[in-house]
């Protein structure tokens, strides 16, 4: 089934690619029921998504919604605004988001300031009368504090339950003003997982942001879907003499307008990126580059090919791929063998993790636990090319611990005593201070580029060292906090055993 752009509301993660978020078992068993780059399809695949038997819980101890995900995205477009049409504690996240923003940018060499996002306040008697006179005067009053070149209004669980007309609102303000006001359907009992979040944004962008008819295309430009991330991508694809077009966090509404014209849609992880790159080549023509992820040699290397065949440019990829290669190897060696014997666990979104995992098995790191935050059966593209996790099994061999789940701390303690290993990787940082306790260090991927590419490989076995010198540290902390679990639950080896019992 194609993106359909003529609706406002994005389909879910659920219904259009077979979402998952509860799964425990080997990485290879999780791949072929998915039955993506496989082939065959055992699951009972329907036309797009896949399904997968899926251990569902009585209960969730605490997550982020879908909402969260359209305030990281569309609240980080520079010279927009977002509107939260929503109680005030949907806003609670605006805080850490604009730290994020700020070292971001700063990050970035941009200038740095503040994000515009604004709450409508909704209150008991709004839940009754409905909010919309209220959206109306929140636009309004949008406008005349900051002129934006765009207004996104984000939903919440309770427009979706008092049934406010969103977009007829947006409708009428847009001819008024002139510039696109957008409303992004991000109700958070929609969808069981965030990533709904990213997909809704994105939506909203392509429908009514991107360029419809550009009248040139610009032929060294290519489109790297990302978060707040440090910029990595120019000087590598600088190399092939293409320019980089930074979306859809950080960017300006010229930048994200511009995305139709450029030569080609490449990202950092699937779970971001699939959505949007299909959009803009289903729709717009932009070609999206189908490859492994740019992680480990193997990644890397297809990667670049896949660009360079894209944008015609082989030659100068052939030379940065081969120059690479002997400026890495000899550094890389070097690592392997300070890190021999040493054990980590990845605990962050899915296709980030089984890009995380090869590059720590490049580094001679033993893996043999993940915890994936959630899992796409398949991407927007279908390409198996893109099958992330057929990638880093075909290429890096098994994880025998692989568990899907939404990062529920009470199984996260069963989940690392599998495995016990030296330290960890996480984005989403709640399930750290947990691993603390049990005297393992974290590594906080707080700058999500940090293990691109070749040069990434070399990060982050430099930071795996860093984190190892705190080893003691952590082992005092163990030895003097206390979990706040029954001994009962501390002795289960099973950490969806309330799943099994349902």
């Known amino acids: 089934m194609p993106i359909n752009l003529k609706t406002a509301v994005v389909e879910t993660r659920e219904q259009r690619l077979g979402t998952i978020i509860g799964w425990d078992g080997k990485a290879s068993d999780l791949s072929h029921e998915s039955a993506y780059a496989r082939g065959g399809c055992a699951s009972k695949c329907g036309p797009k998504a896949r399904r997968i038997c899926e251990l569902r819980g009585p209960f969730t101890q605490g997550s982020i919604c879908s909402e969260q995900m359209v305030e990281c995205q569309a609240g980080n477009v520079r010279d927009a605004v977002l509107i939260q049409h929503s109680p005030i504690g949907c806003g609670a996240g605006q805080v850490i988001y604009n730290s994020i923003f700020r070292n971001g940018l700063a990050m970035r060499g941009l200038p740095v300031q503040n994000l515009h996002l604004i709450s409508t306040n909704l209150r008991e008697k709004d839940m009754v009368f409905g909010g919309i006179a209220k959206l109306e005067q929140t636009i309004r009053d949008a406008w005349e504090r900051h002129h934006p070149k765009a207004i996104f209004i984000g939903t919440s669980c309770a427009t979706g339950i008092?049934?406010?007309?969103?977009?007829?609102?947006?409708?009428?303000?847009?001819?008024?003003?002139?510039?696109?006001?957008?409303?992004?359907?991000?109700?958070?009992f929609k969808s069981k997982h965030w990533s709904t979040g990213f997909d809704a944004t994105q939506h909203g962008i392509l429908r009514q942001i991107v360029r419809k008819n550009p009248e040139k295309k610009q032929e060294d430009l290519v489109n790297v879907i990302n978060l707040w991330g440090s910029d990595v991508f120019s000087p590598i694809l600088g190399e092939l003499g293409l320019r980089v077009n930074y979306v859809v966090d950080m960017a300006t509404v010229d930048e994200l307008a511009q995305m139709s014209e450029a030569a080609a849609t490449v990202g950092f992880c699937y779970t971001l990126s699939s959505y949007l790159a299909a959009g803009l080549e289903q729709e717009f023509g932009v070609p999206e580059v189908k490859a492994p992820m740019p992680y480990g040699f193997a990644g890397t290397d297809a990667w670049l090919r896949e660009i360079a065949r894209v944008t015609n440019r082989e030659g100068k990829a052939e030379d940065y791929i081969r120059n690479e290669h002997a400026r890495v190897k000899p550094k890389l060696a070097e690592l392997r063998e300070k890190l021999k014997g040493k054990k980590g666990y990845v605990a962050t979104g899915s296709a980030y993790a089984h890009g995380l995992i090869g590059v720590l098995r490049e580094l001679g790191v033993e893996v043999d636990g993940s915890l994936v935050f959630h899992h796409d059966p398949v991407y927007d593209s279908q390409d198996p090319r893109e099958d992330s996790l057929a990638h880093l099994i075909d290429q890096y061999g098994e994880v025998d611990n692989f568990t899907v789940g939404n990062r529920q701390q009470y199984q996260f303690f069963a989940l690392l005593q599998r495995v016990k290993p030296d330290f960890?990787?996480?984005?989403?940082?709640?399930?750290?201070?947990?691993?603390?306790?049990?005297?393992?260090?974290?590594?906080?991927?707080?700058?999500?580029?940090?293990?691109?590419?070749?040069?990434?490989?070399?990060?982050?076995?430099?930071?795996?060292?860093?984190?190892?010198?705190?080893?003691?540290?952590?082992?005092?902390?163990?030895?003097?906090?206390?979990?706040?679990?029954?001994?009962?639950?501390?002795?289960?080896?099973?950490?969806?055993?309330?799943?099994?019992?349902?």
């Not at 705190?470 to 082992?475: D, E, T």
């Open 162 to 188: 008092i049934g406010d007309d969103v977009e007829s609102v947006a409708t009428a303000l847009e001819a008024e003003l002139g510039i696109p006001v957008i409303p992004l359907h991000c109700e958070g």
């Open 424 to 502: 960890i990787i996480i984005r989403h940082n709640g399930l750290a201070p947990l691993a603390a306790r049990l005297g393992i260090p974290a590594i906080p991927l707080g700058d999500e580029h940090h293990a691109v590419g070749y040069q990434g490989m070399l990060n982050l076995g430099e930071s795996i060292l860093d984190v190892l010198a705190h080893k003691k540290y952590h082992q005092d902390l163990a030895a003097h906090t206390k979990l706040p679990y029954k001994k009962w639950w501390l002795d289960q080896k099973d950490p969806f055993l309330f799943a099994r019992s349902v």
